[in-house]
């Protein structure tokens, strides 16, 4: 789940999640080290979004949950796709929305 706070910080996506694992390949990767990013839908150029802060509950080895959140240097997003990468690599990138400006805000 993806939304979009405005508060007396600025803005920020808030990213939830809910991760699984069974210890066969080991436990599972550190929430914290997860990417967010916006990718201009025509160039494909890349912006990074600067993790701020998390609210994890989690056992390290087989579950974690919460949320990770994500500040925006300036201002609400460009009406670009928001893509998201768990954990330190390896796995897949996941497009959460096509157009990050259209978000429901959500005041903080």
Known sequence: TVR????PGGWQFAVGIEAHGDMSLGRLQLATASKLWTRHPETGARSPCA???SALTHNAARLI????????AAGPPPPHELWFEFGESGYSCVRVATDAAGLEV???
């Open 65 to 72: 949950a919460g949320t990770l959140f994500y500040a925006l």
């Open 106 to 108: 959500v005041e903080d």
């Open 4 to 7: 979009l706070l405005r508060g």
């Open 51 to 53: 993790s701020s802060s």
